[in-house]
């Protein structure tokens, strides 16, 4: 049933593009449509999911948290993406992007090779190119032409170390090159191979110091197209391929986990600072979105069972409720047609969905109880202090608090306050309901029902 997930969205893709004109208008329905049934049979029919494919495909529970977070952003993403392109045409093409970047996604989830590892990636890249510079914007080609160009770059460097590991294992699916790496991982010929294939999913990643075409990227895309980068294409092409290639191919030695430490923390806190100065709601948001990636990698890296779910455990919270983020600068965006927070004010009384969801979504980021950042920070926060790492543990604590108050800030300009005068014609962006109100009840319910979600495979861990 995997092979499905690739299969299906691709066809459609063919079918829903023929010369007919009433196919324009079912390709946001299907998408929406195939992201449910995927959330679906991730949550009900793991084991049909699991069975022997045609094709080299293999699923676990990293592979389900993952296949979920794409059908929820995607699902998202279109949604945002109907409610503000008006054009049909436009509105048809961004929905075929999105299926394409979601192909791309799912086999970079489900494949258990290097090689079509880096085929899907690509896949996803280069729609994600054309999304970004859709709207012909000349600050939308100048996001996708950085992104562009530092993602050719760790294309380049991810594919010679496949080459590299080829020419060594003779092959590139995981079980064969992490034999090799075993036996001969010492080798100055396999060491470049890892450094070239980590330093591109660095890149991918958007990591300090390699995390220059995010901001960029992220804050001139399309609202929508937002929503699905910020969402799930950069945690899927970067930082999934890392946390699979380490946890099936390299293993943890220990100069690889205190690199990993070491990056996810100057992510964290480097981008949490950037972000305190920030007066465009979306570049805002986008620095946000790398600090929490620095909390992902900063918990994976402490190598404990504890560290590893509360990384996974994170990677999903931080794709929901970021693309809850992303969707109220959109409906902001929409409504008032800037993104400068020192432009807007006392949006809440006209905005009181949008407002109410926006502090919903700042609190779980910031790790406020009882929403879903909460658990996944406790479950890190609690990884590194066992592990002894008490200096990365109050790094973790202390920025939390940072960003807790660069989202206080962002929601006393542009929620809070007097009304200002370009914001008095704003309205409720009804349009954007459902995305909003999915996304923050599933911050909400996630935070809740944590008792039931011990032991799943969204946390793993029992007992904490």
């Known amino acids: 049933m995997s092979a499905l997930l690739l299969i299906v969205p691709l066809a459609a893709v ?12 079912c390709v946001i329905p299907f998408g929406v449509a195939f992201s449910i049934m995927q959330a679906m049979a991730v949550l009900f029919w793991a084991n049909e999911l699991a069975a022997p494919s045609v094709l080299p495909l293999a699923v676990d529970s990293l592979t389900r948290v993952m296949l979920l977070a794409i059908a929820l952003v995607v699902a998202s993403a279109l949604l945002v993406g109907r409610g503000t392109i008006e054009d049909e045409i436009k509105r048809c093409n961004f929905a075929n992007l999105v299926l394409l970047a979601l192909v ?48 050719a770059a ?34 100055p010929f396999v060491l470049l191979a890892l450094a070239l294939f980590i330093g591109g999913l660095f890149i991918k990643s958007g990591l ?23 969402g799930i294409v950069t945690k899927t092409t970067g930082v999934y391929v890392l946390l699979r290639l380490v946890m099936d191919v390299l293993g943890f030695s220990m100069a690889l986990r205190d690199i990993m430490m070491l990056v996810g923390a100057l992510t964290l806190a480097g981008a949490a600072l950037a972000a305190l100065v920030q007066t465009n709601f979306k570049r805002m948001l986008a620095y946000s979105s790398i600090s929490q990636v620095g909390y992902i990698i ?66 779980s980021t910031a790790g406020v109880p009882p ?27 202390l920025f939390s608090l940072v960003t807790l108050a660069y989202f206080l800030a962002m929601q006393r300009k542009v929620f809070f306050g007097l009304l200002r005068p370009n914001c008095e014609k704003a309205s409720e962006a009804f349009e954007l309901a459902v995305p909003t109100i999915l996304l923050a009840a599933i911050t909400i319910a996630v935070g809740l029902l944590i008792p039931f979600i011990k032991g799943t495979f969204l946390l793993p861990i029992n007992g904490f």
């Open 14 to 25: 063919l079918i829903l593009n023929l010369p007919l004109s009433f196919l324009r208008k």
């Open 154 to 187: 760790a294309s380049i460097a991810i594919l010679t170390g496949v080459a590299l590991l080829l020419l060594v294992s003779g092959s590139t699916k995981f079980a064969e090159v992490a034999s090799v790496i075993g036996s001969a991982g010492g080798q």
């Open 371 to 397: 929403l879903a950042g909460f658990w996944s920070k406790l479950v890190i926060i609690l990884a590194l202090w066992q592990a002894g790492h008490y200096a990365y543990a109050t790094i973790a604590v």
């Open 104 to 151: 791309g996604m799912n086999g970079v989830v489900l494949c258990a090779d290097l090689f079509s590892i880096y085929v899907f990636i690509e896949i996803a890249a280069v729609s994600s190119f054309i999304l970004i510079a859709s709207d012909k914007s000349r600050a939308g080609f100048e996001g996708a032409f950085k992104y562009f160009v530092l993602s």
């Open 208 to 230: 300090v110091p390699f995390h220059g075409w995010v901001p960029d990227a992220y804050s001139s895309a399309p609202s929508a197209v937002s929503v699905l980068l910020a």
């Open 298 to 363: 900063l918990s994976f890296g402490v190598a404990t069972p504890l560290g590893i779910a509360g990384a996974v455990f994170h990677l999903f919270n931080h794709a929901v409720f970021k693309s809850l983020l992303f969707v109220n600068a959109a409906a902001v965006e929409k409504k008032t047609g800037t993104c400068d927070m020192n432009e807007m004010g006392g949006l809440a009384a006209r905005m009181p969905m949008t407002g109410f969801s926006s502090v919903v979504g700042l609190l």
